[in-house]
């Protein structure tokens, strides 16, 4: 089966696109993919410290265009601007994916105790926030332990990925060893750790793989539904 629908992804980065494409045009056959990418988000939201209203507006911009460019759903790709898609959503007539909503669901059922990693600490919080929202849903008083590698981070901008790699993974593993129920890579760029990490006790979370399955069950649904609206209308 083919799944004719144009997914467009809302991006804060170039980075790792073609994974991105390989891994939905396994899955769903057929899929147009399209980019809206402003790589001035991240920049503008760690100055501040927060999110700006200019992040907001130029955010609901692009999902507007999104669905101008005729999306049939739209992936918000960046944990840090996720809160954002909460907001976008809200004027859009197509379905919205946020990268990390099923990562958070994961987390919350997993267990009360998470820690959170990040080299960004604008990520932390719009992570921390979307655990404890499914976790209260489920009645669940999560603990959130918080840790923000900044040396990580300062080896990624000096441009030597595979240092950051390196100091990333050693933190996760000593993590590994503290008894928590879960640890979060709150970063979608993590996941390039994942074939490193094999072998840990701790569940490692990461939002890449869960979220791009979000969008593969969202788009089958639909095309799902269309067929049987179609055969009702016959």
């Given at each position: 089966?083919?799944?004719?629908?144009?997914?467009?992804?809302?991006?804060?980065?170039?980075?790792k696109?073609?994974?991105?494409?390989?891994?939905?045009?396994?899955?769903?056959?057929?899929?147009?993919?399209?980019?809206?990418?402003?790589?001035s988000?991240?920049?503008?939201?760690?100055?501040?410290?927060r999110?700006?209203?200019?992040?907001?507006?130029r955010?609901?911009?692009?999902?507007?265009?999104?669905?101008?460019?005729?999306?049939?759903?739209?992936?918000?790709?960046?944990?840090?601007?996720?809160?954002?898609?909460?907001?976008?959503?809200q004027?859009?007539?197509?379905?919205?994916?946020?990268?990390?909503?099923?990562?958070?669901?994961?987390?919350?059922?997993?267990?009360?105790?998470?820690?959170?990693?990040?080299?960004?600490?604008?990520?932390?919080?719009?992570?921390?926030?979307?655990?404890?929202?499914?976790?209260?849903?489920?009645?669940?008083?999560?603990?959130f332990?918080?840790?923000?590698?900044?040396?990580?981070?300062?080896?990624?901008?000096?441009?030597?990925?595979?240092?950051?790699?390196?100091?990333?993974?050693?933190?996760?593993?000593?993590?590994?060893?503290?008894?928590?129920?879960a640890?979060?890579?709150?970063?979608?760029?993590?996941?390039?750790?994942l074939?490193?990490?094999?072998?840990?006790?701790?569940?490692?979370?990461?939002?890449?793989?869960?979220?791009?399955?979000?969008?593969?069950?969202?788009?089958?649904?639909?095309?799902?539904?269309?067929?049987?609206?179609?055969?009702?209308?016959?």
């Open positions: 089966m083919e799944y004719k629908k144009r997914i467009v992804v809302l991006q804060t980065s170039f980075a696109r073609e994974d991105t494409i390989a891994y939905l045009e396994e899955h769903l056959p057929g899929v147009s993919i399209d980019f809206i990418t402003d790589s988000l991240l920049p503008e939201i760690r100055k501040a410290g999110t700006t209203q200019s992040v907001i507006q955010m609901t911009l692009y999902a507007l265009a999104a669905e101008s460019m005729g999306a049939d759903l739209i992936l918000n790709s960046c944990s840090t601007v996720g809160e954002v898609a909460d907001i976008y959503s004027v859009v007539s197509v379905p919205v994916v946020k990268i990390d909503d099923a990562m958070a669901r994961q987390a919350a059922k997993i267990g009360d105790n998470i820690a959170l990693i990040a080299t960004l600490p604008t990520t932390l919080g719009p992570s921390r926030r979307a655990i404890d929202r499914y976790g209260k849903a489920m009645g669940r008083a999560i603990k332990t918080e840790f923000l590698d900044q040396p990580a981070w300062e080896a990624l901008a000096a441009g030597d990925s595979k240092r950051h790699n390196e100091i990333l993974i050693d933190s996760i593993r000593k993590l590994d060893e503290q008894g928590f129920d640890i979060v890579m709150a970063q979608v760029s993590m996941r390039a750790l074939p490193d990490l094999t072998g840990t006790k701790t569940p490692v979370l990461c939002s890449f793989y869960t979220g791009l399955d979000a969008v593969v069950e969202t788009v089958k649904k639909m095309c799902e539904e269309g067929l049987q609206s179609a055969l009702v209308n016959l």
